[in-house]
Structures are given as C-alpha cells and as structure tokens.
T-cell receptor
C-alpha cells in the first residue's frame, strides 16, 4: 500500500537554529498535509499543499511541495521552545483514507 | 462548541476483556478515523468510515472492530484478540475530499 516516509526521526537543535523535516512518498500524491503534535497532546492541522511546486509560509514556518508531488518539506527558521513537538506529514488517498508519516520529533535546547 | 470528543481520557482494563472507546463529533463531518499511536511512534490507521453504515479496514485492523450507526459517532472496540492493546488511541474526523482532519484529545488505554 501507499507509504509516506519522513526524515529525520529525531532532531535536537539549539534555540535559534533552523530545522527541516522531509516527507517522501513512493507514489504521486494529490495533496500533502502537515500536522504538529505537542508532547502529551493530539495532532493539530498546520497546512495543506495541493499544487506542484507550491510554497506556503506561516510566520517562521515554510512548507514546500515538490514538483513531482512525491515529496514535501517543512522548514522552521530560528526555532523557539514553543516549536517543540512531533511534526507529521499526511496524505489523503483515494477513498478518503488518510495515512501519516512516522513523524519527526523536534527538541529545542534553550 | 464544535469539536470531536473522545472519552474517557484514561482507561484501564484487565487482559482478556473487550473495551469500547467512544468518539463523538458535532462538526457534521462525513469521514471519521481511528488511529493508534505507540510511544515515540507515528499514527497507524485502524479503521475509517466515509459515510454512515460503511467503514473500511486500515493498516492494523486485526483485533479491533467499529460501527458507524450515526454520523456523529464512531466507537472503537478493542477486543481480546488484540495482542498488544496498550496504546494511545486517537479519533479524527474530516469533511469529504482533501480537507484537514480534526483530532480528539485521545484515549490512553492500559491493559494489565
């Protein structure tokens, strides 16, 4: 079945450093979504990308969808302690099935 | 307030007992999902439903059962056939098509 992979699995950064997580699929995706889960919490939707090559920004967060629609990235500029959590990419397949990547866990050292 | 509610937040059961986790939404969403999350792991899809009275198996459906008799409700039963049921269970809902999923607060199930 369709799989979505993410790297790295873990990332520890000093506060103020940048952070990037990558999401890859073996098949072409119709869309990609990004979620954030704080420790002990539930996933919260961040953004959805639909178009090939699409780039969207939310303050310090930049999301990209690859030209071939098989990969995506989330980049955080100048991390803060509030960025701590696990970032998941997710893809909705046909029949409304939503599959999640394994996530990248971000730790920010003050 | 509109949202998706899971109850209870924490649940303890003895091995060999079936247990049902509740998930209710008042967002008028057609699609609902159940995911399992183990410590330090991602979300694995157990079951999902696109419309009332219809549901499909996800990637790890063995040992679980669901029903979708009402649009608002999608309960998950963890049966005694599930070999390792202790986990964090998350319910989500979304509108049809490529829209965001809204998650409940989750139920942390511990089987002893």
């Amino acid at each position: 079945g369709q799989q979505v992979m993410q790297i790295p699995q873990y990332q520890h950064v000093q506060e103020g450093e940048d952070f990037t997580t990558y999401c890859n699929s073996s098949t072409t995706l119709s869309n990609i979504q990004w979620y954030k889960q704080r420790p002990g919490g539930h996933p919260v939707f961040l953004i959805q990308l639909v178009k090939s090559g699409e780039v969207k920004k939310q303050k310090r967060l930049t999301f990209q969808f690859g030209e071939a629609k098989k990969n995506s990235s989330l980049h955080i500029t100048a991390t803060q302690t509030t960025d701590v959590g696990t970032y998941f990419c997710a893809a909705k397949t046909s029949y409304d099935k939503v599959i999640f990547g394994p996530g990248t866990s971000l730790s920010v050292i003050p | 307030d509109g949202g998706i509610t899971q109850s209870p937040k924490y649940l303890f059961r003895k091995e060999g007992q079936n247990v049902t986790l509740s998930c209710e939404q008042n967002l008028n969403h057609d699609a609902m999902y159940w995911y399992r999350q183990d410590p330090g792991q991602g979300l694995r899809l157990i079951y999902y439903s696109q419309i009332v009275n219809d549901f499909q198996k996800g990637d790890i459906a063995e040992g679980y059962s669901v029903s979708r008799e009402k649009k608002e409700s999608f309960p998950l039963t963890v049966t005694s056939a599930q070999k390792n049921p202790t986990a964090f269970y998350l319910c989500a809902s979304s509108e049809g098509g490529a829209t965001e999923a809204f998650f409940g607060q989750g139920t942390r199930l511990t089987v002893v």
